[in-house]
């Protein structure tokens, strides 16, 4: 009788756990009441020239960064596309129609300074790679700033047989950054590209 209450309670933590693993893997249903405003912001920040996967890697990114949640917010970040006030300011700066949506919790704001933010990024990194390659790259950036992507690309450039313009086995190995960044920062990329790209493939 022990040993069958014993399987029951392990089959229950079992399920449970299968169901919240699932759960994690789908898309939340709050993403589709944004997906026509994202698909507008893509094509209005690429124009003609929208990189293969931008769709699916702009709403992967949300989802790594707030799981659609428009009201998120941490010590440093806000919002459905977790902007720094610095970085926030810089988007503004550069693209002033977005303040005209609203602030930074406003769902069409956040993801016209995403889209704009990883254009920029894209412009500025340009790894002689596969466009693959160029997008981790963009969202390792996205994640931990530009200036922490180039002293990466540096230190691996001093490393025999380390190609600076490739990320993947290559300057994703390498970094002065604390170990807890480190670890969040290569996880990044990672997360959207391999685990997200593909759930949100047709989105």
């Known amino acids: 009788m022990r040993s069958l209450r014993l399987f029951s309670f392990l089959l229950a933590i079992l399920i449970g756990w299968s169901a919240w693993a699932s759960a994690e893997d789908r898309i939340p249903s709050r993403a589709y009441e944004f997906r026509r405003t994202l698909h507008a912001e893509v094509n209005r920040t690429w124009g003609l020239h929208v990189p293969p996967d931008a769709y699916a890697i702009s709403a992967g990114t949300i989802h790594q960064e707030s799981a659609w949640n428009p009201m998120a917010h941490s010590a440093f970040a806000k919002g459905l596309t977790q902007f720094t006030d610095p970085t926030w300011a810089d988007m503004i700066r550069r693209d002033p129609s977005i303040a005209q949506l609203g602030d930074v919790f406003n769902p069409h704001a956040a993801m016209r ?87 949100y493939s047709s989105f």
């Open 113 to 199: 300074a995403m889209t704009t933010y990883h254009r920029l990024l894209w412009n500025q990194l340009k790894p002689n790679t596969s466009e693959a390659e160029r997008w981790a790259f963009v969202l390792s950036a996205y994640n931990g700033g530009p200036g922490w992507v180039t002293r990466d690309q540096k230190i691996c450039a001093s490393i025999p047989a380390c190609l600076p313009l490739q990320w993947w086995g290559n300057v994703e190995l390498h970094s002065k950054r604390a170990s807890w960044a480190f670890k969040e920062n290569r996880g990044y990329p990672r997360n959207i590209l391999k685990r997200w790209l593909p759930l």
